[in-house]
């Protein structure tokens, strides 16, 4: 190749023609899993679960460390990730949710560049006017990927000449944990994280929860194969995300940091150095800018969402100062008929606000037999006692230094020597309230209003 048409030496080390240098447009393609804790996979520093694909891909692109999300739950994440708005001003921020009519998502801001967009697998976002995408293809019957349906895509755009944007949502690994061989994990020698009561029930829940993470990776390798077979591979930026924490305690449906902090990691061929880490601290509302600005456009209207591409090239390495999250617990099923979170990050420490302290946090993990058997021991047992307890009954503010306590176990809260960095975070947490427009317990109790068909109802029959 003439070494004139090689890519500039960049910061993230390029070694090879970078997009920025070819007349086409690069395709788009980013996976997603369902309800997968970051921590549990190889690359992310597991030593228990078997995730070939992933951490191979990680060798290939920029894995990025501090990768957040707006609500540790699946409907409004998505719409949160294919909007590029915060949650509270889509309007999708209770679970079951949708956007308000009128909004924009990353259909409308990449069609007008000649993008084909399509979302194969779960969908769990609304309306369609909303997410109007050239091609959506549910999962097989089992929940499954349909493959073929990837690879007609993604080979009808090829012989268009046309560029695509390719979501792939997986159901992997949502409960039921019922994929996978869950034979490939012996229970005994699990590393448990230190919220979890370690009885043999958890244990062996765990060992069908990692089932599931490698059968997940087995169809992220699939895609990518596909990718590799279509002579699509060096065209395309792929990104894969581990979406929100699983449902056991402490993750999903909470703001502690396993519940919004995800896996991502990008692979853009010629431009980022294989096997990069990046401490930058991105948001799932970022992806959406990110790809209009690679891609050469602008948003059709503006976003929340601040484009990362400045990372991925190596010209800066650091993006945001903060994260932010919510929780809206009214509506999920059962769960407390309110019990609203909001929560601010950054990159060391984690606050979080409990609009109502006076209640208790409930959903169904609070009634599945596991919580029920923690419950029993907590009896008689310190660490069930204290971990059910803190599960249920939180205080009204919470502060955790993620970077020494990752799990969120010690509340500093009430340290005299933290008074400076809760003022800081929750000004900035105000702030960020006050621009989406959320009013706080006034927004929990309207989330009905944003769940079709549950305006009247307070209970639903979704595990979500």
């Not at 690359?43 to 957040?68: E, H, L, M, W």
């Not at 169809?219 to 279509?230: A, M, R, T």
């Not at 503006?302 to 650091?318: A, N, R």
Request: net charge neutral; hydrophobic share 35%; glycine share 6%.
């Amino acid at each position: 190749m003439n070494k004139l048409l090689l890519s500039a030496s960049v910061a993230l080390g390029a070694t090879s023609l970078s997009f920025a240098q070819q007349t086409e447009k690069p395709n788009f393609l980013l996976f997603i899993a369902d309800d997968c804790s970051h921590y549990d996979l190889g690359c992310y520093g597991s030593v228990d679960s078997k995730t070939p694909n992933i951490d191979r891909f990680a060798t290939q692109g920029v894995r990025f460390t501090q990768a957040y999300q707006a609500v540790p739950m699946s409907s409004p994440t998505r719409h949160n990730l294919y909007t590029g708005l915060w949650p509270v001003r889509s309007g999708a921020y209770p679970n079951h949710t949708c956007a308000d009519k009128g909004t924009l998502s990353v259909v409308h801001h990449l069609q007008p560049l000649g993008y084909k967009v399509a979302l194969i697998g779960k969908s769990h976002i609304a309306p369609k006017s909303v997410f109007p995408f050239d091609l959506y293809v549910p999962p097989l019957k089992g929940g499954e990927l349909n493959f073929e349906a990837i690879q007609k895509f993604i080979s009808d755009c090829k012989a268009n000449g046309e560029p695509f944007c390719l979501f792939v949502a997986s159901n992997q690994p949502h409960t039921p944990w019922n994929k996978g061989d869950a034979s490939q994990f012996n229970a005994d020698k699990l590393t448990l994280p230190p919220m979890y009561v370690d009885i043999s029930q958890t244990r062996e829940l765990l060992t069908h929860y990692l089932a599931e993470i490698n059968f997940m990776d087995q169809e992220f390798g699939n895609v990518l194969s596909i990718l590799d077979k279509e002579k699509m591979t060096d065209k395309s930026v792929v990104v894969y995300l581990s979406e929100q924490g699983n449902s056991l305690p402490f993750a999903k449906w909470t703001c502690y940091d396993a519940g919004v902090h995800s896996a991502c990691i990008v692979r853009w061929p010629g431009v980022i150095k294989p096997g990069s880490v990046s401490d930058a601290l991105v948001e799932y509302v970022d992806i959406v800018p990110t790809f209009v600005d690679i891609a050469g456009g602008k948003p059709q209207a503006k976003v929340d969402g601040e484009s990362f591409k400045p990372v991925l090239t190596g010209k800066k390495k650091e993006h945001k100062k903060y994260s932010f999250s919510l929780q809206t617990t009214r509506g999920i099923n059962a769960g407390s008929p309110y019990y609203g979170i909001r929560s601010v990050y950054d990159g060391r420490y984690r606050y979080i606000v409990n609009l109502t302290p006076e209640a208790t946090f409930k959903n169904v993990e609070t009634n599945s037999p596991l919580f029920k058997e923690w419950e029993s021991l907590a009896e008689t047992d310190a660490h069930a006692k204290a971990m059910t307890t803190k599960y249920q009954h939180r205080p009204a503010i919470e502060l955790y230094d993620v970077k020494n306590d990752p799990y969120c176990m010690k509340n500093l809260a009430e340290d005299a020597t933290q008074t400076a960095t809760i003022s800081r975070l929750d000004k900035e947490l105000k702030r960020w309230m006050k621009d989406c427009g959320d009013e706080g317990q006034a927004t929990e109790m309207r989330a009905f209003e944003h769940m079709p068909g549950k305006k009247k109802i307070s209970r639903h029959t979704s595990n979500e």
